[in-house]
T-cell receptor
Framework: ETGVTQTPRHLVMGMTNKKSLKCEQH?????MYWYKQSAKKPLELMFV???????ENNSVPSRFSPECPNSSHLFLHLHTLQPEDSALYLC???????????????FGEGSRLTVL | GNSVTQMEGPVTLSEEAFLTINCTYT??????LFWYVQYPGEGLQLLLK?????DKGSNKGFEATYRKETTSFHLEKGSVQVSDSAVYFC??????????FGKGTRLHILP
């Protein structure tokens, strides 16, 4: 059982669809993150949750809607996306917002999203 | 503000060559420094880290030394393998602030 699991691994959707990305962590961590990774661009931090409360929202368009029902699960709801939203979406977790003793983030394998 | 600058890629080397990927940082005080690696089709994973000046992080034959005087944390490996082909990210974290990643350096190792 891997530490951080993301589903689906691949998703193709039209601009009018509604879909969701799911992330689950089995590490007992209190902080969870969504990152966007686009070709030839730096990693972009989208959202940060600590103990199920959103603590950061980096000017992300409202067509991306995060949800954190408990400290083990994180969702990213997608609605009326644009082709430029095609990217790899990475979920990560850490012991707490400071990363705990190790300062380390643990990443899932990502969900590859293609918007047609 | 805090920032990380790493060399542009891609870097292409032959198997068994010596590798250096440069990373410099800007931060006040003493941040923790990290190298993360992303293998094809996977997420990022921690490769090594150092938390104070002159510390050397090492893992899988890779090393990086925290140099306060030059604000650097260069990644090195004496003899690379095809399986080292990946994207490498330098990163820093200061206290409770969020982790800051560099832009990543893609490494291709030719057999």
């Amino acid at each position: 059982e891997t530490g951080v699991t993301q589903t689906p691994r691949h998703l193709v959707m039209g601009m009018t669809n509604k879909k969701s990305l799911k992330c689950e962590q089995h590490l007992g961590h209190n902080a969870m993150y969504w990152y966007k990774q686009s070709a030839k661009k730096p990693l972009e931090l989208m959202f940060v949750y600590s103990l199920e409360e959103r603590v950061e929202n980096n000017s992300v368009p409202s067509r991306f809607s995060p949800e954190c029902p408990n400290s083990s699960h994180l969702f990213l709801h997608l609605h009326t996306l644009q082709p430029e939203d095609s990217a790899l979406y990475l979920c990560a977790s850490s012991q707490d917002l400071s990363g705990g003793v190790s300062g380390e983030l643990f990443f899932g394998e990502g969900s590859r999203l293609t918007v047609l | 503000g805090n920032s990380v600058t790493q060399m542009e890629g891609p870097v292409t080397l032959s198997e068994e060559a010596f590798l250096t990927i440069n990373c410099t940082y800007t931060a006040t005080g003493y941040p923790s420094l990290f190298w993360y690696v992303q293998y094809p089709g996977e997420g990022l994973q921690l490769l090594l880290k150092a938390t104070k000046a002159d510390d050397k992080g090492s893992n899988k034959g890779f090393e990086a030394t925290y140099r306060k005087e030059t604000t650097s944390f260069h990644l090195e490996k004496g003899s690379v393998q095809v399986s080292d082909s990946a994207v490498y990210f330098c990163a820093l974290r200061k206290g409770d602030d969020k982790i800051i990643f560099g832009k990543g350096t893609r490494l291709h190792i030719l057999p």
